[in-house]
């Protein structure tokens, strides 16, 4: 996949992550969407280096998409504990 695509799919993992923990973020929606993006490329780079799992070059992989998810998700619980609560 190109950078291209891991952008989009790090758009779509944040947004499936803000769903999956809804509250308000400090950060607001440009704040998730960079979450999202860098949580697909931190996923991915996890995903591959130490799970043994090899990036596919499929958009529609499951694992990659798990990765990508689970990345954000990472991401957007350490955002809300570093700079603010989710619940006000």
């Known amino acids: 996949m190109g950078?291209?695509?891991?952008?989009?799919?790090?758009?779509?993992?944040?947004?499936?992550?803000?769903?999956?923990?809804p509250g308000r973020d400090?950060?607001?929606?440009?704040?998730t969407t960079v979450i999202g993006i860098a949580g697909a490329f931190i996923g991915g780079w996890i995903s591959a280096r130490y799970l043994d799992r090899p990036i596919a070059n499929d958009f529609y992989d499951g694992a990659t998409w798990a990765a990508a998810i689970g990345g954000s998700l990472v991401l957007l619980v350490a955002y809300?504990?570093?700079f603010g609560h989710s619940r006000r």
């Open 3 to 21: 950078i291209i695509s891991w952008i989009v799919l790090g758009l779509l993992a944040g947004a499936v992550a803000k769903v999956l923990l």
């Open 80 to 82: 809300r504990i570093l």
């Open 26 to 31: 400090p950060g607001g929606f440009i704040g």
